[in-house]
Nanobody, 124 residues
Framework: QVQLVESGGGLVQAGGSLRLSCTAS????????MGWFRQAPGKDREFIAA????????NYAASIKGRFTISRDNAKNTVYLQMNSLKPDDTAVYYC?????????????????WGQGTQVTVSS
């Protein structure tokens, strides 16, 4: 069964940190680039960060650059999103996703496999 399972979300005060994890199963993790997206109520799903299959290439949305870091551990079939200096505007459901190839990783349509999401709430 192809699956992505996110964890690590929760409630945090502004300025705090969280680390999200996403564990893959049912497919060959190293064949896929991985991405993180988020969706706030009433808004479109927004690209946050992506990482190539080897971890050698990353890209970030301008809105979170310098605060969030994506990484992966291929031995554990897991991708992470370290989030620092959180702001109330970061409140959303966060999703991880898997895509073949390394181009156009900022696009929702590029991704074939999605997790169920984890809620992140940042209080002011």
């Amino acid at each position: 069964q192809v699956q992505l399972v996110e964890s690590g979300g929760g409630l945090v005060q502004a300025g705090g940190s969280l680390r999200l994890s996403c564990t893959a199963s049912g497919f060959t993790f190293t064949f896929y680039s991985m991405g993180w997206f988020r969706q706030a109520p009433g808004k479109d799903r927004e690209f946050i960060a992506a990482i190539s299959w080897s971890g050698g290439r990353t890209n970030y949305a301008a809105s979170i650059k310098g605060r969030f870091t994506i990484s992966r551990d291929n031995a554990k079939n897991t991708v992470y999103l370290q989030m620092n200096s959180l702001k109330p505007d970061d409140t959303a459901v966060y999703y991880c996703a898997a895509a073949k190839g390394t181009s156009d990783l900022g696009s929702v349509s590029k991704y074939d496999i999605w997790g169920q999401g984890t809620q992140v709430t940042v209080s002011s």
